[in-house]
């Protein structure tokens, strides 16, 4: 068995995926301490080149499986051809993104391997050649530190936790193509339904503002989706506004949707209710906008406005905007 | 022997009403108030679940359970909201007569098509001239060949503009005061039925309250409850049966208004301290469980009494009166711990209030109440 | 149409979590049932209602108090119940619960499975897609829309992805795992729940269903937690409350110059 770090990269429409490059900062960071390299593998079709620029980002050895069974993700064809690599290689540690790819894939792979899998991972330690991930539980009310009886390692890692480190075009390594047979896949994609607008994925941005009961109409989602223009934001939508039918349950962010962790997290009329809270309230900074100074989001705030949001959000945008011109 | 203590069904049913409480009434109760206006679509949707109807036997349509069964649901969906629970609790009290009286084919003719549509019934009893005093009631059942041609005007009556059958008590001659009481099931299209304007009350105010007017209604033979005469006994067999249902009603308002105020003394700082770090806070709560507490036991042994053919009159009006009374004092005293917020709309505890206070009033004053109690003990 | 839901139980969301000398601690827990699971049990019962035949048979391996996440199940409309039940389960992970799962699953002649697409306890999400591989068929996870073929042969499924939906489809037998969204799960009847008291649930052990000991229980973890911690509080922040107005310029310009976002 070797000290290395697999990382398995993700690529949609022809590019890296920003958790592609977090996995290889931090699959870096713990291949060290080990005491070995840190690799990519990429699958997909037509993936060779953007794969090669794994290197740019750290990784020190590429695999790259390229073939058309392989152009759209599924668990079995993925499994398969990653379950062959790692039986090869041995690596100590095999990383995926906790993206909808990644989780549907890492626990068919590591039943197959039949080693144990660290969901969601936020934060690593290597302890006397040992890796210790943490993750959280309980919609993360807590916070668990596990670890594997197995090899290798396996883990999700969350998307937007760790730095993507900077391209290095003086970076160059090994690409070794690898048997891509995607083997008997029985359940197919037949189509991919994407959602209309630039809007930026929920999950992966870096910027969320989100709407609460507070609007009291849904037509006035519009103030909520105008500032999220102004910052390139994702929009989310408390669970009150979802049941009410205001905003698809896509939007919905909290204990029973999706959990964020934005750089920044704007909450407008959002009481910040506990199940609320657990789906943002790691994000780095809290904005929260509420007329009810009794709120519980503001014990989460940074910075809290007390003050009706149909004043309130007008003007942060206005305000935003300014600035973005001023550049 | 009495064991206030719930199987594993009453747990699932106590869980079933609480959750249908917490997702279907709670969400609406502030605006039902607010608009003054009736939920019809939770209707639909109790009947679909099983919550209406419950003490009604399986064979025409009911849930077949006991009053201990329905107290535990009164107490429940009261909890969420007192004023639409009392549309419910309404509607059984006007069935309980038939429960109690119905021949079979009056069960078959009557109460199996109730049940069968989501539908709420009304008990005409009230009038402008008789509150307490049941017997002088004064609308006028006047025997004309196989029906009693009905007239008069009842007042207060819960869902008056939204029943699809009224339980009627009436009166074959004033001057045989409580002898003369009949009591007729009148479908509310019945010819010579009207309603009056919907009151607009302190409390309770999702449910419709209004003025039943009858005006040669006819009501045939075959629609009257027992013997004509065996009316007042009726009434008060059904008075003594409900009143189980409404003292766990009024269990849930000071359940409801005891939580507020233990969640909010929690969160509320003053002098740099959570409220409920104070004894006076303290004091006013456990006051508070400990009528909640007193009241939950003594409704559970009221409808104990009743599910095994036990007489409760003295059991349930004790009940009745300590529940309502405790829920009056509980509920002033969850708004006086919210201080200023507890006098704002925006906060639910001034609803549970105005709530209780009618808890006081109908299905037998607190004083009448009194009078039963006083009355068992007294009697040599 | 066979349809087995597995189900389990997990402390009601409402409950504040205790930690206590690193672990969870659990001695005032409420448990329910795993929310994502009764959207497993709706969609079952859904589809034996459009199909109007079918069986649905709940599975359940956790401790004796799981008799009544099934119970529930069986209230809503489930035909029967089993719960697999022995000493030697307890502390199993996600691998080892699979496993109890699978040899369960391999006695019984199924079309389908639900899971939820993950317990709202630990989070791991993986017990659904580890039994599909043990049990060598495929799967569909965090399915929003589930469709039966004519032939009831195979599945059309929506699954979310990051910006839209994947339309997958497979064979029967699969696993499928239920995401919010998928139905609405609908209340027990007051019949429903008088009508459990009549129900009988088997218990199978680990001989019954063919289980090793040391392969399942807590010796045999893959993954172990070895302490539990709360997050650390998030410090207060500042509240501005003059002017709406104004107040949302301070907090836009402390966003840029202090907070260095923009």
């Known amino acids: 068995m070797s000290n290395d770090v697999l990382v398995v990269a993700e690529i949609r429409d022809g590019a890296l995926k920003k958790i592609s490059l977090e996995m290889l900062g931090e699959g870096r960071n713990i291949a060290k301490q080990l005491g070995g390299d840190v690799q990519a593998v990429a699958l997909g079709h037509g993936v060779a080149d953007v794969a090669t620029t794994l290197a740019l980002y750290g990784a020190q050895k590429i695999f790259v499986a390229d073939d058309p069974s392989l152009e759209n993700y599924t668990a079995e064809g993925y499994t398969n051809v990653l379950a062959n690599l790692v039986k090869q290689t041995q690596p100590a540690l095999v990383l995926l993104g906790a993206t909808t790819a990644g989780r549907d894939l890492a626990p068919r792979l590591a039943a197959r391997l039949a080693v144990g899998l660290a969901s969601d991972c936020t934060g690593f330690a290597v302890q006397d050649g040992e890796v210790l991930m943490t993750r959280p539980i309980y919609a993360g009310k807590a916070i668990a530190t596990v670890e594997e009886a197995g090899r290798p390692y396996m883990t999700t890692i969350r998307p937007n936790i760790f730095a993507a480190p900077e391209a290095d075009t003086s970076r160059a390594a090994e690409v070794e193509n690898i048997p891509a047979d995607a083997g008997e896949i029985r359940a197919k994609v037949l189509e991919m339904i994407m959602e209309a607008g630039e809007r930026v994925e929920l999950t992966e941005a870096d910027i969320v503002v989100s709407g609460g009961r507070g609007l009291k109409a849904p037509e006035h989602f519009a103030l909520i989706e105008e500032l999220a223009d102004v910052l390139g934001a994702a929009v989310g939508a408390s669970r009150a506004t979802v049941d009410a039918g205001w905003k698809d349950h896509s939007y919905q962010v909290g204990q029973t949707g999706k959990v964020v962790t934005p750089t920044l997290y704007i909450a407008c009329g959002i009481s910040g209710a506990i199940q609320h809270l657990a789906g943002m309230k790691t994000s780095k900074y809290i904005v929260a906008v509420n007329k009810d100074p009794e709120a519980p989001i503001f014990k989460v705030a940074d910075y809290g406005i007390v003050g009706d949001l149909f004043k309130v959000v007008p003007v942060l945008t206005e305000e935003f905007r300014k600035m973005k011109a001023e550049g | 022997m009495f064991n206030p203590s719930l199987s594993d069904e009453h747990k699932a049913l106590r869980e079933l009403a609480r959750h249908f409480a917490r997702n279907e009434i709670t969400p609406i109760a502030a605006e039902a108030d607010r608009v003054e206006e009736y939920p019809w679509e939770l209707v639909e949707k109790a009947h679909a679940v099983g919550l209406i109807n419950i003490t009604v036997p399986e064979e025409y349509g009911g849930g077949g359970l006991g009053y201990f069964e329905d107290c535990l649901v009164a107490e429940e969906l009261s909890a969420a909201c007192a004023g639409v629970y009392s549309s419910f609790v309404a509607s059984t009290l006007a069935l309980t007569p038939l429960n109690i009286a119905a021949t079979p084919d009056q069960m078959e003719r009557l109460m199996k098509p109730f049940c069968a549509q989501p539908a709420l019934a009304s008990f005409c009893l009230t009038e402008p001239g008789a509150g307490s005093d049941v017997a002088s009631v004064r609308t006028r059942a006047k025997r004309d060949g196989d029906a009693y041609v009905l007239n008069g005007t009842k007042r207060f009556i819960t869902n008056g503009g939204v029943a699809k059958m009224y339980t009627v008590t009436a009166t074959l001659d004033p001057e045989l005061r409580h002898k003369g009481l009949v009591l007729l099931v009148v479908p509310s299209d019945s010819p010579g039925v009207s309603v009056g304007k919907k009151e607009e009350k302190m409390g309770q105010r999702a449910a419709d309250t209004r003025e039943v007017i009858f005006e040669d209604v006819r009501a045939p033979v075959e629609n009257r409850l027992g013997e004509e005469g065996e009316g007042f006994g009726l009434v008060m067999e059904t008075l003594d049966r409900i009143r189980a249902e409404v003292a766990a009603a009024a269990v849930g308002v000071g359940r409801a208004a005891l939580q507020a105020a233990v969640q909010y003394s929690k969160e509320r700082e003053q002098f740099s301290e959570p409220i409920s770090s104070f004894q006076a806070i303290q004091f006013k709560l456990a006051d508070m469980a400990i009528k909640v507490e007193a009241a939950r036991l003594l409704v559970r042994q009221a409808a104990w009494l009743a599910d095994h053919g036990l007489r409760n009159s003295y059991e349930s009006a004790i009940a009745k009166c300590f529940a309502a009374d405790s829920a009056m004092q509980i509920t002033t005293d969850a708004v006086q711990v919210f201080g200023g917020y507890g006098y704002i709309r925006d906060y639910p505890v001034e609803k549970y209030m105005r709530d209780a206070k009618l808890l006081q009033i109908y299905e037998g004053t607190s004083e009448i109440q009194r009078l039963v109690i006083s009355r068992w003990l007294l009697k040599s | 149409m066979h349809i087995v839901i597995c189900v389990k139980q997990v402390p009601d969301t409402e409950t504040k979590i205790r930690v206590k000398d690193g672990q969870l601690d659990h001695s005032e827990t409420k448990y329910v049932v795993n929310p994502y699971d009764e959207y497993a049990i709706e969609e079952g019962l859904r589809i034996k209602e459009r199909l109007g035949e079918g069986k649905i048979t709940l599975v359940s391996t956790g401790p004796e108090r799981a008799k009544d996440a099934l119970k529930s199940g069986l209230a809503v409309g489930a035909d029967e119940a089993i719960h697999l039940l022995d000493e030697a389960f307890e502390g199993s992970d996600p ?168």
């Open chain 3, 95 to 262: 691998y080892a619960t699979a496993l109890i799962l699978s040899k369960a699953l391999q006695k019984l002649d199924y079309d389908m499975v639900f899971c939820g697409k993950q317990g709202v306890d630990e989070d791991h999400a993986q017990v659904g897609i580890i039994l599909a591989e043990l049990l060598d068929i495929p799967h569909i996870s965090v399915v929003t829309k589930l469709e039966i073929s004519d032939d009831l042969r195979s599945v059309v499924a929506h699954r979310e992805v990051e910006g839209g939906h994947a339309v997958v489809e497979t064979p029967l037998p699969a696993v499928i795992t239920a995401q919010k969204g998928l139905n609405e799960p609908r209340y027990a009847s007051i019949k429903g729940i008088m009508a459990v008291k009549k129900k009988v649930i088997p218990e199978w052990n680990a001989a019954e269903i063919g289980v090793e000991g040391d392969a399942v229980g807590v010796e045999s973890a893959k993954i172990t937690s070895i302490e539990v911690t709360l997050p650390p509080d998030r410090a207060g922040g500042r509240v501005f409350d003059e002017d709406p107005a104004q107040d949302a310029v301070k907090v836009a310009h402390l966003l840029r110059d202090e907070a260095k976002i923009l």
